[in-house]
C-alpha cells in the first residue's frame, strides 16, 4: 500500500499521485490540510524519512518567515508546535510504501518508492518527461 500526503493545490504533489497512479498502484491520498497533523504523525513520517522538522518545513507559500520559524535559534519542537496549528507548513508530499518514507520534492523522487516502475515514459504538468 502506498499512502500520499496530499495538497491538491500542488503540481508536485499532483504529479506524484499521477506517477504512483500510473504505475498501478492505487494510493490512499490523505488531504493533510484539511484532515491536519498531530505530534506523533509528523514524528513518525519524519524519522521514517530520515529527516528533521527544518528540513520538512515549507518556507515558499506559507507563514514560515511571519511565524519566524527560520531564524537560526528556532528548535524543532517549536516547529512541530507550529506544524501542528499549521499544516501548509509541512512541504509535500509526504509518500509512504513498502520501500520507504520520502518527501517527494521533486516528483520524481517518489519512483524510487514504487513496486512497479513505470511502463511508459510520464510527462509532469510542465512538460517535462519522466522515465
Known amino acids: 500500500m502506498i499512502v500520499i500526503y496530499h495538497n491538491p493545490d500542488c ?32 514524528l513518525g513520517l519524519f524519522a521514517a524519512a530520515d529527516i528533521t522538522p527544518k528540513e520538512a518545513l515549507r518556507t515558499t507559500k506559507s507563514p514560515t518567515m511571519d511565524l519566524g520559524l527560520l531564524e537560526n535559534d528556532v528548535d524543532d519542537d517549536a516547529i512541530l508546535n507550529e ?4 499544516p501548509i507548513l509541512v512541504n509535500r508530499p509526504i509518500v509512504c510504501s513498502p520501500k520507504g518514507v520520502k518527501l517527494c520534492r521533486p516528483s520524481e523522487a ?22
Open 11 to 42: 503540481g508536485t504533489s499532483r504529479n506524484v499521485v499521477e506517477m504512483v497512479k500510473a504505475s498501478g498502484a492505487d494510493p490512499v491520498i490523505i488531504p493533510y490540510l484539511e484532515t491536519g497533523w498531530t505530534r506523533a504523525q509528523l
Open 83 to 86: 506544524m501542528i496549528k499549521h
Open 110 to 131: 517518489v519512483l524510487d518508492l514504487l513496486e512497479t516502475p513505470l511502463a511508459e515514459t510520464f510527462t509532469k504538468e510542465d512538460g517535462e518527461q519522466i522515465g
